[in-house]
């Protein structure tokens, strides 16, 4: 009988998974290619201040995971489920995070800084003093989302969904906004200067 359910490989457990991967990002992409169908559950995982630069998480699940001042600098999260983690202050420089689902994550004072998270699920996530410059948040979903007083010159935010967002105390001069509906959004104390506003709906 055929199926078109894809294969799925024997299930690790968190603990052998942490020695994987804390044996360096290098032996961690080896190990990935090498068993493509294992899947990565690191749910509730403690990896705060670890180094996983350039590691690749796709399709990983890290829900409620503490990844608190972690490395995370060009890692690719495609697809990641994220919710609840704690990643205040993890460097996310240059990370993959589009389509990912970091609903009700605290990524507050993280640096964020050129990733992208085009698609992605950032309902009721916590970014305040983030630093979000020249980050691509196009398509993204940002309702209820905290964003008060983040660094957010260069963003991107073609088509992202913003309902209740608290954009209270930032600049968006240099942003780049289209196509997108602001819904009870806070912005007061929000410097607008040089932005470039498109086909916005504000209500």
Known sequence: MMTNNKEVGPILGTENLLSILLSGSETWNDWRIKNPTIPV??????????????ANFANADFRKAKLFRADLRAVCLYRADLR????????????????ANLSGANLSNAM??????????????????????RANFSHGDLRNAILRNAKLQGTHFEGTRMLRTDLDEINLSKVQIDGVHLMDVDINHSAMEDAAVTGILIS
Do not use: E
Request: hydrophobic share 45%; with cysteine.
């Open 112 to 133: 964020l800084y050129c990733a992208n998270l085009g698609g992605a699920n950032l309902r009721g996530t916590i970014l305040d003093s983030a630093n979000l410059m």
């Open 84 to 99: 609840g983690a704690n990643l205040k202050g993890a460097n996310l420089f240059g990370a993959n995070l589009s389509g």
């Open 41 to 54: 559950n690191l749910f509730k995982a403690n990896l705060s201040n670890a180094l996983l630069r350039g």
